[in-house]
């Protein structure tokens, strides 16, 4: 039986969606472990930018410019609180709660609390990519 005609796991999910917070945690500046986990045509709404940002280098508004940006952050790191997975055939969603944690300019820890959706869509080579994004702060 092939494994692109199984049904995902949620822990498949799981992983690929910890293996973005690792991404954001460590790239330090150096987005390419960040922008390859979403599709070619990925669309995303970010936490820190009022702005919709698309994969795609030729654009203003692309994840590479995102992505640099917010690892370069200092101390820059991702915490799950809340963690939800849907799985639907070949896509996933996974939604839930995160805190961007930092260093501000004096040195100090700051934190970002925030909520997120991804959803992710199995790719021909059995790779799940994020074709959608939408992370923004939580309200008061």
């Given at each position: 039986m092939s494994t692109e005609n199984l049904t995902p796991t949620q822990q498949q999910i799981k992983q690929a969606y910890e293996k973005w917070l690792l991404a954001v945690s460590t790239a330090k500046g150096n987005?390419?472990?960040?922008?390859?986990?979403?599709?070619?045509?990925a669309i995303v709404?970010?936490?820190?930018?009022?702005?919709?940002?698309?994969?795609?280098?030729?654009?203003?508004?692309?994840?590479e410019k995102?992505?640099?940006?917010?690892?370069?952050?200092?101390?820059?790191?991702a915490i799950t609180s809340e963690l939800?997975?849907?799985?639907?055939?070949?896509?996933?969603?996974a939604n839930g709660l995160y805190n961007f944690n930092y260093k501000d300019e004096?040195?100090?820890?700051?934190v970002i609390p925030a909520r997120f959706t991804f959803v992710y869509q199995?790719?021909?080579n059995g790779?799940?990519?994020i074709i959608n994004h939408h992370s923004s702060t939580l309200p008061d």
């Amino acid at each position: 039986m092939s494994t692109e005609n199984l049904t995902p796991t949620q822990q498949q999910i799981k992983q690929a969606y910890e293996k973005w917070l690792l991404a954001v945690s460590t790239a330090k500046g150096n987005p390419d472990s960040v922008v390859a986990l979403y599709d070619a045509d990925a669309i995303v709404l970010p936490t820190l930018s009022g702005k919709i940002h698309y994969n795609d280098k030729h654009c203003e508004n692309n994840l590479e410019k995102y992505f640099r940006r917010l690892t370069s952050i200092d101390g820059l790191t991702a915490i799950t609180s809340e963690l939800h997975i849907k799985v639907i055939g070949d896509i996933a969603i996974a939604n839930g709660l995160y805190n961007f944690n930092y260093k501000d300019e004096d040195d100090a820890d700051q934190v970002i609390p925030a909520r997120f959706t991804f959803v992710y869509q199995k790719n021909q080579n059995g790779q799940w990519l994020i074709i959608n994004h939408h992370s923004s702060t939580l309200p008061d």
